[in-house]
């Protein structure tokens, strides 16, 4: 006996489904019912070509379940347990923990994400998020970036800044995660201290944009800012912090700076009067 049954009553349960399809092929009058129960059991849905309700999956899963399970209904996908760990590639991940209202589960990503990727796996998830690959450059504005990496603490690919809206405090937070070279594509003037601005603009080269300190400041401050501004200016707000160092150190140090007016202590066992009159 392999006849179309169709199912009338306006409840039912995936184990009367489950009776049911042992007779013949499934038909249902009301399509919306939602439905609970282990991914084994859902497979009934498979056969059931107009089904539209809600699914929560109980018991254990993985991803391609969970994938398999969503081409079953256009209605919503829940789980009981939101703590089962997924892993699997960015685009799949992405695709679908958005849809996992209330998920907390660690997460895997086994290839190299994007950061539009990474961003939505990382707000569809309280829990941990483990690159398997990072050698994937990345790009996008400072917001999203920062967003893609939340609770992520190091990253090896190279990261771009796009865009202009971004502030010291970004760049210095992107900073602090990639190991490999960060670019901005647009730079601005920024406004900070000396540890603040060198944390930022570390490795960043041709910034090519003013920078203005605030606070006190020190030679290797000074110099590790010059070799990232490029065509940019330090200026310094207060003009007047004595300056300890070697003379070639605290040459470089000053030569994108205008109107310093601070002591200068020289440390070099020997200098010249050239050296001095320059």
Known sequence: FNEAVT????????????????????????ASVALSGPVDDLAVLNDIDNYAGAITVTGDYNLNKLETIDGFTTGKI????????????????????????????????????????????????????????????????????????????????????????????DLKAINAITEGNLTVVSPIALTGTAKDLVAALKGVDDYNEDVTVTGS??????????????????????????????????????SNVTGYTGAIKLTDSSISAADLKA
């Open 7 to 30: 199912v009338t009553d306006t409840k039912y349960t995936l184990a009367q489904l489950n009776a049911i399809s042992k007779a013949g092929t499934i038909e249902l009058s009301n």
């Open 78 to 169: 829940n789980v009981a347990n939101k703590s089962v760990a997924l892993s699997g590639n960015a685009d799949e991940l992405a695709a679908m923990l958005p849809n996992l209202a209330g998920y907390k589960g660690a997460v895997t990503v086994l290839n190299a994400p994007t950061v539009a990727q990474l961003k939505a796996i990382n707000n569809a998830t309280a829990g941990s998020i483990t690159l398997e690959d990072q050698s994937g450059d990345l790009s996008g504005s400072a917001s999203d970036i920062l967003a893609a990496f939340k609770g992520i603490k190091s990253y090896e690919g190279d990261i771009k800044v796009t865009g202009t809206d971004y502030k010291l405090a």
């Open 217 to 254: 400041y020190t030679v290797a401050d000074l110099e590790s800012l010059d070799d990232e501004i490029g065509t940019g200016s330090i200026i310094l707000a207060n003009k007047n912090v004595a300056l300890t160092g070697e003379f070639d150190d605290i040459e470089d140090a000053l």
